[in-house]
């Protein structure tokens, strides 16, 4: 036996390891397929769907991050933790294409299995567009019966949003935003002022003495921008799997999803671009 062997045999077998550390016996047992009979394409929609959550657990992490360097005023930092959530945005917009494999008889063949359960019941993609500023009390009726998801949402109504603390941010910099504006209610929908459109589009007019913040705003525009694409990749792959039929949670299906299409997190950022810029 070489040496290599050797050291392998010498592992306890309770020792932290790969599969321990990673917790991957739990991870791959939590696959639980529902049709009857067992439809092979089932296993593949649960695991996209796990994987999803799993990168919008890691998005909400870095969010967390990022609100916290909000507060201190640390644009540099906020830009690296974008970077990072930019990357995953552009993975899952690419992950939600492998549907792609998936033919409408195929999905329909274990269809039923899902019952109601629908994407509206995504308690953390809800709660990513209420962390970042998208906020409808409308989404608090599909965790009715689940006070814990409901308190979390709650919860994340209660505090600033992203854009929320940006606009704080540019305040604490000197910049004229309106008290209305901040000291607004945060469980209420985000509503577009004149002032802040004139504030960001004074910033874009002067780069050279905030490029900076231009470079944060265009950061937020990547990633609102993002979001949007995932909408859009989403809706075709809803049309190719169901056409035109209702969702499993009761909208309308892909009509719904392109009403939402138009729906951005930092609508001033959006609005400048309407402006005429000086030279
Ligand atoms: C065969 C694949 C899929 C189909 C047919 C589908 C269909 C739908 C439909 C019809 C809706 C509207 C709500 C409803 O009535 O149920 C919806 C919403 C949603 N789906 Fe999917 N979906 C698919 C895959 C996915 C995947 C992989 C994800 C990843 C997490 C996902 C996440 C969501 C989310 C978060 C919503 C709520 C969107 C919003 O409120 O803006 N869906 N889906």
Redesign the pocket.
């Known amino acids: 036996m070489s040496e290599r062997h050797q050291d392998y045999g010498n592992l306890q077998i309770d020792e932290l390891n790969y599969n321990s550390y990673l917790n991957i016996p739990e991870l791959t047992s939590l696959q639980q397929l529902r049709s009857e009979p067992r439809h092979h394409d089932e296993m593949f929609?649960i695991v996209?769907?796990q994987s999803?959550?799993l990168w919008?657990k890691e998005v909400l992490h870095e969010i967390d991050l990022l609100a916290k360097h909000l507060d201190e005023g640390n644009v540099s930092r906020v830009l690296k933790v974008l970077k990072r959530i930019h990357a995953i945005l552009t993975c899952l917009t690419q992950q939600?294409q492998l549907?792609g494999t998936?033919t409408p008889k195929e999905?329909s063949g274990f269809r039923e299995a899902l019952g109601t359960g629908?994407?509206?019941q995504?308690v953390q993609?809800?709660e990513i567009e209420f962390a970042l500023g998208l906020r409808d009390a409308w989404?608090f009726q599909f965790f009715k019966s689940h006070p814990d998801e409901l308190a979390r949402l709650q919860a994340r109504c209660e505090q600033p949003s992203v854009y929320d603390k940006l606009l704080k941010t540019l305040k604490n910099i000197g910049h004229d935003i309106p008290d209305e504006v901040l000291n607004r209610d945060f469980a209420e929908p985000y509503v577009m002022n004149d002032k802040v459109v004139e504030v960001i589009n004074d910033i874009y007019d002067a780069p050279q003495e905030n490029y900076h913040m231009v470079l944060l705003f265009e950061a937020l525009i990547d990633l609102d921008t993002m979001w949007s694409n995932w909408?859009s990749v989403?809706i075709l792959?809803?049309s190719r799997?169901?056409g035109a039929k209702?969702?499993?949670?009761?909208?309308?299906?892909?009509d719904?999803?392109e009403s939402?299409l138009p729906l951005r997190f930092f609508p001033e950022i959006w609005e400048v671009r309407n402006s005429e810029w000086t030279k």
């Open positions: 929609f996209i769907h999803f959550e919008f939600i549907l998936l999905f629908s994407g509206f995504s993609f809800r989404f909408r989403h792959m809803v799997t169901i209702k969702g499993t949670g009761g909208s309308a299906g892909a719904f999803l939402r």
